[in-house]
T-cell receptor, first 115, second 112 residues
Framework: EAGVAQSPRYKIIEKRQSVAFWCNPI?????LYWYQQILGQGPKLLIQ????????DSQLPKDRFSAERLKGVDSTLKIQPAKLEDSAVYLC?????????????FGPGTRLLVL | KNQVEQSPQSLIILEGKNCTLQ??????????LRWYKQDTGRGPVSLTI?????NTKSNGRYTATLDADTKQSSLHITASQLSDSASYIC???????????FGTGTRLKVLA
């Protein structure tokens, strides 16, 4: 089966610019996650969707970050305006069932560098 | 506070040698613990998932152990290969929530 797709793979922008990332989860996966992974750290959850509804966005900096998952499939994550500290890898993951034994499948990530 | 701590932060071993990575957690109530392997430039890939009642689980040369009483887990890699060079991340899920608490990972380098 095809894995989680993300684009772009790399992005370099200047601070105060806007940027958007796209994620296409594995077909049939109802749950979709966006993580931020700063170099040398573990991933930090930004937002979790169940179909097209938000389950958890408690760690999403809502003054600059936004995410949507229209029709419960693809998702976009936007940063506006970007700050230097937003430089990180943005990982998208999906899972079939949000249960005890669920397995998250991660995409390759989008590496963002803010100058 | 729910936390996951891993040690060592980094490790260098020679090809063919064994190694053990440690994970201590304070997540409560506990649901399950996972070990992920993350190759450079890739997303994490699940190696094992263990629930409260499981003490050990193997996946090829990877063997994970769990002591729910002491809240410790280890990942043992046998006969290491160059392809084992990666970051290994311990992730604990709290019961009754969808939250995953990630450790900062152990960076393993296997040398020929």
């Amino acid at each position: 089966e095809a894995g989680v797709a993300q684009s772009p793979r790399y992005k370099i922008i200047e601070k105060r610019q806007s940027v958007a990332f796209w994620c296409n989860p594995i077909s049939g996966h109802a749950t979709l996650y966006w993580y931020q992974q700063i170099l040398g750290q573990g991933p930090k959850l930004l937002i979790q969707f169940q179909n097209n509804g938000v389950v958890d966005d408690s760690q999403l900096p809502k003054d600059r970050f936004s995410a949507e998952r229209l029709k419960g499939v693809d998702s976009t994550l936007k940063i506006q305006p970007a700050k230097l500290e937003d430089s990180a890898v943005y990982l998208c993951a999906s899972s079939y069932v949000a249960g005890v034994q669920e397995t998250q499948y991660f995409g390759p990530g989008t590496r963002l560098l803010v100058l | 506070k729910n936390q996951v701590e891993q040690s060592p932060q980094s490790l260098i071993i020679l090809e063919g040698k064994n190694c053990t990575l440690q994970c201590n957690y304070t997540v409560s109530p506990f649901s399950n613990l996972r070990w992920y392997k993350q190759d450079t430039g890739r997303g994490p890939v699940s190696l094992t998932i263990m629930t409260f009642s499981e003490n050990t689980k193997s996946n090829g040369r990877y063997t994970a152990t769990l002591d729910a009483d002491t809240k410790q887990s280890s990942l043992h890699i046998t006969a290491s290969q160059l392809s084992d060079s990666a970051s290994y991340i311990c992730v604990v899920r709290a019961s009754g929530t969808y939250k995953y608490i990630f450790g900062t990972g152990t960076r393993l380098k296997v040398l020929a």
